[in-house]
């Protein structure tokens, strides 16, 4: 059965439904929230657990990687996202500030965190590229470099992104 997005275009949808390299291990079954459903669920202010993303069906995770990502789009998956996931494990998603101004939002100069995550790691990255990175791929270099973070998937992103020096 095919699975129609929400209502509505984003500027990008090859950026609201992109599946990057570095997460194909989990993307093929959708077992793990790929970056471009976690960027969308920033952008409506939900946190969903993984009890809960498993708590969908497989057509209910496919139609959120395929959820289009402008205003109106994202007002009515953060409603149907709270009303469905009142039945899931964990019960109901919780409620964020919508992502407003965050560093992956920022095209113009690398994140302290991005930066500082590099140097733990050791790796080596082109002084220019954050501005030439999609708001996609500046959201997932800034998910992988969270303090704590294990930091596995960093190093195979910043490669597929072009950014190592």
Excluded: Y
């Amino acid at each position: 059965m095919s699975i129609t997005p929400a209502p509505g275009g984003g500027a990008d949808a090859s950026i609201a439904q992109r599946v990057f390299g570095f997460e194909a291990d989990f993307a093929g079954d959708l077992r793990c929230l790929p970056m471009a459903v976690r960027r969308k669920l920033d952008l409506a202010g939900v946190k969903l657990k993984l009890p809960q993303w498993h708590g969908l069906t497989a057509e209910e995770r496919q139609r959120l990687l395929a959820w289009n990502d402008d205003p109106e789009a994202i007002a009515t998956l953060e409603h149907w996202l709270l009303a469905r996931s009142a039945a899931l494990p964990g019960g109901p998603a919780g409620s964020l500030p919508p992502a407003s101004g965050t560093a992956w939002q920022q095209g113009k100069d690398w994140p302290e965190e991005v930066l500082a995550s590099c140097t733990q790691l050791d790796l080596a990255i082109r002084s220019g590229g954050w501005g030439e990175l999609d708001e996609l791929q500046r959201f997932a270099l800034v998910k992988l470099s969270h303090p704590g973070h294990e930091h596995r998937n960093l190093p195979r992103a910043l490669a597929e992104f072009g950014l190592l020096a």
